[in-house]
């Protein structure tokens, strides 16, 4: 089957909503057995990932295992990419916590150190997120990543890296784990080092030296599981945590995870909302890149919509099973590509495989150092701090790279999702302080090129049309930006010499007007009638015609004086120039 014939674009009916069953019958069987190798490779990553995350969510291991029983299975049932892996992601373990952090210590202070009620909030959390998501899944907000420009994205994750390695620091020395934002946290690692367990930190310090070590010696060896298990044996045999004081995970509840609806207070659930939207913009706008990099490479489509229902659905069951925050993973992903991954299937595979691992293998995983836990975590986000994102920015744009700075400080000084508020309002206040001062043209005649015209400013070699000043708006007239426009039109008359007996707007640009432009045009046109300035309009857009002839703006003007382009216009306004003036006769 090619590429082109398995689209990821939903169909009509039910399949509409649960994708396989359009894909699945007519899934090509020459593709098990890459599906098949890619599921096992996958189930080696995401394993040690999934209890990894765990930890900077603040939850014990299983709650990581129990993430996948859910998204790997709801995602590839209703998911639109063949290549996009849902899971628990450094980015929403870190948002978790935070989130849940602020919720516990507002509603339930009393039990703040208590593991059980941290539990309960966290998948009350995670219940309120997957809420979110069918919201504006139900709503088709698919389009809402683009609130979120690529700056403030790339200075919040690499904030958030930041984030979750500093907070493994205390594993991986085996002191205890200090309060307050990062840079507090970091200084408060530094203090504790007198006291730091040095056999904790050798442990932790080989295993992430052969995390790096072991792709560089053969890409396709599983790091991750390697030294997972080579941990657990060595714990084993010389009884780390007995002889040298290191902290290992313990026992893991075996089998399958429980149903269980949370029970908070409905003021939490409330106060939940908000940073769960905060998490919606973060997950989904990692996710759907992800999903659109590998749908362009291997041509086939999408679906936006439908990504929010199936990350919806994803995390309300996680909810129920006592899991972490679902989203598309971009190293698990890449992970799946890479080995070979033709559809959802892989996901099917990993999926069972992790059934087995609750199932019978859980017990493997007690003698587990944290250490290593810790090293797994800290090299999951090393990528991300090496990558030096904000400096290649700075090359691009030495205005939009500070929006990633602002995210970056205020993840590591505030919090994580303050910090993607302050990078989010600041690139929004730079978007209307950018509007509000739109570029407006003074057009002239280009000789030799009839009918066209061009920037007198950024053409010096054009010459303007004798009394008659176009007037072109480069952007949308809005609320923001009508005042500004209004007296820059005024300025424009003031500088002209010979001073115009006619102005021309060019409203190719405007595609539909506000109340507020509205009336700031009214008062425009009634000054430029007193000053004996004839008004001619161009390129005007059926909605704007149609609402300048509802609110009186065409009466104003004259429907004689619209055309349908600046040329017309301006032979209009030179013909009427050139016959005499009643009163001068």
């Given at each position: 089957?090619s590429?082109?014939t398995?689209?990821?674009?939903?169909?009509?009916?039910?399949s509409?909503?649960?994708?396989?069953?359009a894909w699945l019958p007519?899934?090509?069987r020459?593709w098990?057995?890459?599906?098949?190798?890619a599921?096992?490779t996958l189930w080696?990553?995401v394993v040690p990932e999934?209890?990894?995350?765990?930890?900077?969510?603040?939850l014990?291991?299983q709650?990581?295992?129990?993430t996948l029983?859910?998204a790997l299975?709801?995602?590839?049932?209703?998911?639109t990419s063949?290549?996009?892996?849902v899971q628990?992601?450094?980015a929403t373990a870190a948002?978790l916590?935070?989130?849940v952090?602020?919720?516990?210590a507002a509603?339930a202070a009393?039990?703040?150190?208590?593991?059980?009620t941290?539990q309960?909030?966290?998948?009350?959390?995670?219940?309120?997120?997957?809420?979110v998501?069918l919201?504006?899944?139900i709503?088709?907000l698919?389009?809402?990543?683009?609130?979120?420009?690529?700056?403030?994205m790339d200075?919040?994750?690499?904030?958030l890296a930041?984030f979750?390695?500093?907070?493994?620091?205390?594993?991986l020395?085996?002191?205890?784990?200090?309060e307050g934002?990062?840079v507090e946290?970091?200084i408060?690692?530094?203090q504790?080092l007198?006291?730091?367990n040095?056999?904790?930190f050798?442990?932790g310090?080989?295993?992430?030296?052969?995390?790096?070590?072991l792709p560089?010696?053969?890409k396709?060896?599983?790091a991750g599981?390697?030294?997972?298990?080579?941990?657990?044996?060595?714990?084993m045999?010389?009884?780390?945590?007995?002889?040298?004081?290191?902290?290992?995970v313990g026992?893991?509840?075996?089998?399958?995870?429980s149903?269980?609806l949370?029970?908070v207070?409905w003021s939490?659930?409330?106060?939940?909302?908000l940073?769960a939207?905060?998490?919606?913009l973060?997950?989904?706008?990692?996710?759907l890149?992800?999903?659109?990099e590998?749908a362009?490479?291997?041509?086939?489509?999408?679906?936006?919509?439908?990504?929010l229902?199936?990350h919806a659905?994803?995390?309300?069951v996680s909810?129920?099973f006592?899991?972490?925050?679902?989203?598309?993973?971009?190293?698990?992903?890449?992970v799946?590509?890479?080995?070979g991954a033709r559809?959802q299937?892989t996901?099917?595979?990993t999926w069972?495989?992790?059934?087995?691992?609750?199932?019978?293998?859980t017990?493997?995983f007690?003698?587990?150092?944290?250490?290593?836990?810790a090293?797994?975590i800290i090299?999951?986000?090393?990528?991300?701090?090496g990558?030096?994102?904000?400096?290649k920015?700075?090359h691009?744009?030495?205005?939009e790279?500070w929006?990633?700075?602002l995210?970056?400080?205020g993840?590591?000084?505030?919090d994580?999702?303050?910090g993607m508020?302050?990078?989010?309002?600041?690139?929004?206040?730079?978007v209307?302080?950018k509007?509000?001062?739109p570029?407006?043209?003074?057009?002239?005649?280009?000789p030799?090129?009839?009918?066209a015209?061009?920037?007198l400013?950024?053409?010096?070699?054009i010459?303007?049309?004798?009394?008659?000043?176009?007037?072109?708006?480069d952007?949308?007239?809005?609320f923001?930006n009508?005042l500004?426009?209004?007296?820059?039109?005024?300025?424009m008359?003031?500088e002209?010499?010979?001073?115009p007996h006619t102005?021309?707007?060019?409203a190719n640009a405007?595609?539909?007007?506000?109340?507020t432009?509205t009336?700031?045009?009214?008062?425009l046109?009634?000054?430029?009638?007193?000053?004996n300035?004839?008004?001619?309009?161009?390129?005007?857009?059926a909605p704007?015609l149609?609402?300048a002839?509802e609110?009186g703006l065409?009466?104003?003007?004259?429907?004689?004086?619209?055309f349908?382009?600046v040329?017309?216009a301006?032979r209009?306004?030179?013909?009427?120039a050139q016959q005499?003036?009643?009163?001068q006769?």
């Open positions: 089957m590429a082109s398995q689209t990821a674009k939903p169909q009509a009916g039910l509409r909503y649960i994708p396989i069953l007519r899934y090509d020459g098990l057995r890459a599906d098949v190798i599921g096992l080696g990553l999934a209890m990894a995350y765990a930890g900077i969510a603040g014990p291991p709650a990581g295992l129990y029983v859910a299975l709801i995602y590839a049932l209703m998911g063949r290549h996009l892996v628990a992601t450094s948002l916590a935070s989130s952090a602020a919720a516990v509603t009393d039990s703040a150190a208590d593991p059980a941290f309960t909030y966290a998948a009350a959390f995670v219940l309120v997120t997957g809420l998501f919201v504006a899944g709503a088709k698919g389009f809402i990543t683009q609130f979120l420009s690529k700056p403030v200075g919040f994750v690499m904030g930041i979750v390695a500093v907070g493994q620091l205390n594993k020395f085996g002191v205890p784990k200090p934002n990062t946290k970091l408060g690692i530094f504790e007198p006291q730091a040095w056999a904790t050798v442990v310090a080989v295993a992430l030296a052969l995390l790096f070590l560089r010696w053969n396709k060896l599983p599981l390697i030294v997972l298990f080579g941990a657990i044996i060595l714990s045999v010389f009884d780390f945590e007995g002889r040298f004081g290191i902290e290992v026992a893991l509840p075996q089998g399958l995870p149903v269980a949370p029970v207070p939490t659930y409330l106060a939940m909302v940073p939207i905060g998490v919606l973060v997950a989904y706008s990692e996710a890149g992800v999903a659109h590998f362009e490479k291997h041509g086939y489509e999408v679906d936006a919509n439908q990504e229902n199936a659905a994803a995390n309300l909810a129920f006592g899991g972490m925050l679902a989203a598309g993973s971009m190293s698990a992903s890449a799946k590509e890479g080995a559809s299937v996901n099917l595979i069972v495989v992790t059934i087995i691992t609750l199932l019978f293998l017990p493997l007690a003698p587990l150092p944290e250490a290593v836990l090293g797994l090299h999951a986000v090393w990528h991300i701090i990558s030096r994102k904000l400096q920015l700075r691009e744009s030495r205005v790279v929006f990633g700075v995210a970056l400080a993840v590591l000084l505030v994580v999702l303050e508020i302050i990078g989010l309002v600041a690139s929004l206040v730079y209307v302080y509007t509000s001062r570029h407006l043209a003074a057009l002239g005649r280009v030799g090129i009839p009918g015209y061009a920037d400013d950024r053409h010096p070699e010459q303007p049309v004798p009394g008659v000043l176009i007037v072109r708006l952007s949308q007239l809005y923001a009508a500004t426009v209004r007296e820059r039109v005024k300025a008359l003031d002209a010499s010979p001073p102005i021309i707007f060019d405007q595609d539909q007007i506000d109340v432009s009336d700031v045009l009214r008062g046109l009634k000054e430029l009638h007193e000053r300035i004839t008004v001619y309009m161009a390129h005007v857009h704007v149609e609402h002839r609110t065409l009466a104003a003007v004259g429907e004689d004086h619209v349908a382009t040329d017309l301006v209009s306004a030179e013909a009427a005499p003036n009643p009163e006769a």
